[in-house]
Nanobody, 122 residues
């Protein structure tokens, strides 16, 4: 599975962005998809994940109620809708694919895309 994230940019606090992650590979629908982020000087942290059948989603406490993860298996794409953005959300966002539906750490994912930068100004 190859992954390519897009949709990052500069937005003011309180604004919204939608990130997309396009996947190649015929087995995309078999994978759990996750979003992680890494701010300068910080470790990569879990943001959200969604199982292959879209029944189960997990969110970091810091983004609950503001971010929504979704996927379209027909389009081999996973999305992260980010609302009410805060300066603390500034980071490079990565999408990842794995097989463990409970994985909320980077080590639980097998495939990673290149990140997309999100900058939230105050």
């Amino acid at each position: 599975v190859q992954l390519q994230a897009s949709g990052g940019g500069l937005v003011q606090a309180g604004g919204s962005l939608r990130l997309s992650c396009a996947a190649s590979g015929r087995t995309f629908s078999s994978y759990v998809m996750g979003w992680f982020r890494q701010a300068p000087g910080k470790e990569r942290e879990f943001v959200a994940s969604i199982t292959w059948n879209v029944d189960i989603t997990y969110y970091a406490d810091s983004v609950k109620g503001r971010f929504t993860i979704s996927r379209d298996n027909a389009k081999n794409t996973v999305y992260l809708q980010m609302n009410s953005l805060k300066p603390g959300d500034t980071a490079v966002y990565y999408c990842a694919a794995g097989l463990d539906p409970r994985a909320v750490v980077a080590g639980g994912y097998d495939y990673w895309g290149r990140g997309t930068l999100v900058t939230v100004s105050s």
